[in-house]
């Protein structure tokens, strides 16, 4: 029986799987979402939703906590200050996990690992189109 197991291994070795998460949640507060696969998501969620909490926090000690995963100090200056203004009334949640499908090469479950209440993204209608600036204007007398 698996009372009390921690996480997920990962089929990988300690140093390898710490690394890639560290630079997993260091994406998604970059990017605000990335893809992967579900179990990955799944242990990055807990991981990214820490480095938020610590980020409402405030104070150096936090920082230094939150440093020791997210080695990049902009995105941890993004994290102590825009992350603590939007999240700073929601008590916890900081993440949601939408589903993708399999991927086609191994059949892995992929998922979406998001940050809620993000900006959202610019739709197909408000995105200039490029190939109409691209071409040059002809002149017909």
Same mark, same amino acid.
């Given at each position: 029986?698996? =009372?009390?197991?921690?996480?997920?291994? /990962? =089929?990988? !070795?300690?140093? =390898?799987?710490?690394?890639? &998460?560290?630079?997993?949640?260091?994406?998604?507060?970059?990017?605000?979402?990335?893809?992967? !696969? /579900?179990?990955?998501?799944?242990?990055?969620?807990?991981?990214?939703?820490?480095?938020?909490?610590? @980020?409402?926090? @405030?104070? &150096?000690?936090?920082?230094?906590?939150?440093?020791?995963?997210?080695?990049?100090?902009?995105? &941890?200056?993004?994290?102590?200050?825009?992350?603590?203004?939007?999240?700073?009334?929601?008590? @916890?949640?900081?993440?949601?996990?939408?589903? &993708? @499908?399999?991927?086609?090469?191994?059949?892995?479950?992929?998922?979406?690992?998001? /940050?809620?209440?993000? %900006?959202?993204?610019?739709?197909?209608?408000?995105? %200039?189109? !490029?190939?109409?600036?691209?071409?040059?204007?002809?002149? !017909?007398?």
């Amino acid at each position: 029986m698996r =009372h009390k197991v921690g996480q997920r291994k /990962l =089929h990988r !070795t300690t140093s =390898h799987r710490l690394a890639m &998460l560290h630079n997993m949640v260091t994406s998604l507060l970059e990017h605000e979402a990335i893809r992967t !696969t /579900l179990p990955k998501a799944k242990e990055a969620r807990a991981l990214a939703e820490r480095i938020i909490t610590l @980020g409402k926090r @405030g104070g &150096l000690s936090n920082v230094r906590l939150a440093e020791r995963t997210v080695r990049n100090r902009a995105i &941890l200056q993004k994290v102590f200050s825009e992350y603590k203004t939007r999240y700073a009334t929601r008590p @916890g949640g900081y993440t949601r996990i939408v589903r &993708l @499908g399999f991927r086609r090469g191994d059949g892995a479950e992929m998922a979406l690992l998001e /940050l809620v209440d993000r %900006p959202a993204k610019a739709t197909p209608a408000e995105v %200039p189109d !490029t190939e109409a600036a691209a071409a040059p204007e002809t002149k !017909t007398e």
